[in-house]
């Protein structure tokens, strides 16, 4: 195992386990991407998943909100899609569009094509930034890992691209049930593996993102997304009890109970929640990530500034990670974010 410095600010950690903060800790989904000119101008040399791919420029680029801004973490630089790139599976990032499957999965018989690979191999990229990033935050914050959740990654493997609807990837859930809990067992047992691996590598919280949750009925969610987000933080806890979870369920209200009774630590909302009734519902069972719309960052500051302070006041003081509801967009401006980031530590 590594050693590395000890933490010099431990607000995230000690927020995700409920301990009192003198503040919530804040950080932003996406706070390293194309809203900021220097990642833009690192792009205009690499493409999406060179960058990815390179210990040596993801740690680059996971540092680059740092420089600008007091975040209280910092989040790993990669893509949840390098699970399927793993498994087999080619996706390319279209200017424009986002991430594309060359062969997205068509058909039951088309599961034949994936592989179940040895991540420590298959994705060391990912395990050698991780532990390039954190020597290079020396202690200055937590690192956080992620991965997506088991039914956004098959979203994506059978969809091919991003989606309104997803409509292809959900009739497997209608037409092929079985077939559906296959991927998403294997899937699973890759991500309990790939998060492990991550938090050896350095990560001192990992977050798995499930970003198309809000897409299925609470009935399809019982039975393909909640099982596997399940098994996923119960087979990464048995690796590593003390280091906290926490789930991204955008769009899942009627799973609230549900995530709460189960082992993460935390559960990220997004903004069409009240955090009141958030607070209400998870009863103290976890600490709550969240919730700022991401467009009140087009407001004026004086707007973000209010709209902050009701966000902190609505979620009440310990077990809250200030966040937006969902990630940064390409055209916010940084001077917006760095206006939230203050408000919140203020
Ligand atoms: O052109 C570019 O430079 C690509 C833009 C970009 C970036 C900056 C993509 C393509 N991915 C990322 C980085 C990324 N992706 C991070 C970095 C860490 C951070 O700063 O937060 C993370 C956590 C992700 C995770 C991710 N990728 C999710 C889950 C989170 C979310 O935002 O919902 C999803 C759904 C993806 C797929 C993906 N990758 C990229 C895009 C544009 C998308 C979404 C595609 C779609 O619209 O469905």
Redesign the pocket.
């Known amino acids: 195992m590594h050693s590395f410095p000890p933490l010099q600010n431990d607000l995230l950690l000690r927020a995700a386990r409920q301990e009192p903060t003198p503040r919530a800790p804040v950080w932003i ?6 809203y900021l000119p220097e ?1 833009r101008a690192m ?1 205009s040399e690499d493409a ?1 998943f060179s960058l990815v791919r390179s210990p040596e420029l993801a740690a680059e680029v996971t540092l680059q909100p740092l420089e600008r801004f007091p975040l209280d973490a910092a ?7 390098v699970i399927p790139q793993a498994m087999g599976m080619t996706v390319e ?1 279209v ?1 424009g569009q ?2 594309v499957f060359t062969q997205p999965l068509d058909a039951p018989t088309d599961l034949a094509r994936l592989q179940m690979p040895a991540l420590q191999g298959a994705l060391d990229y990912v395990f050698e930034a991780l532990t390039l990033t954190r020597r290079r935050l020396a202690g200055r914050v937590p690192l956080i890992g ?1 991965c ?1 959740a088991p039914w ?1 990654l098959m979203a ?1 493997m059978v969809e091919g ?3 309104k609807t997803f409509s292809h990837a959900k009739s497997w859930l209608y037409r092929h049930p079985e077939a559906s809990h296959a991927l998403l067992r294997d899937i699973t047992d890759l991500l309990i593996e790939y998060l492990a691996l991550q938090i050896d590598a350095g990560a001192q919280l990992v977050q798995v ?1 499930d ?1 198309w949750a809000g897409l299925l009925s609470p009935d399809s969610f019982d039975r393909f997304c909640l099982p596997y987000l399940v098994r996923l933080v119960d087979g990464v806890k048995a690796r590593h009890p003390d280091v906290p979870v926490t789930v991204f369920a ?1 769009g899942a209200h009627h799973g609230l109970e549900a995530l709460a009774e189960s082992a993460y630590d935390v559960i990220g909302l997004d903004w069409t929640i009240d955090p009141r009734e958030a607070r209400r519902r998870v009863a103290g069972r976890a600490a709550l990530q969240g919730n700022l719309d991401p467009c009140v960052l087009y407001a004026s500051q004086e707007t973000i500034r209010s709209a902050v302070r009701d966000m902190v006041q609505a979620f009440g003081p310990g077990g809250h990670i200030a966040n937006l509801g ?2 940064m967009h390409p055209d916010h401006d940084p001077v917006h974010a760095g206006v939230f980031i203050e408000a919140v530590q203020e």
């Open positions: 989904m996406r706070q390293a991407g194309r990642y792009r999406f989040i790993i630089f990669s893509d949840i899609l990032m200017k986002g991430p992620f997506g956004t994506y691209s991003g989606s993102f970003t955008r969902h990630g």
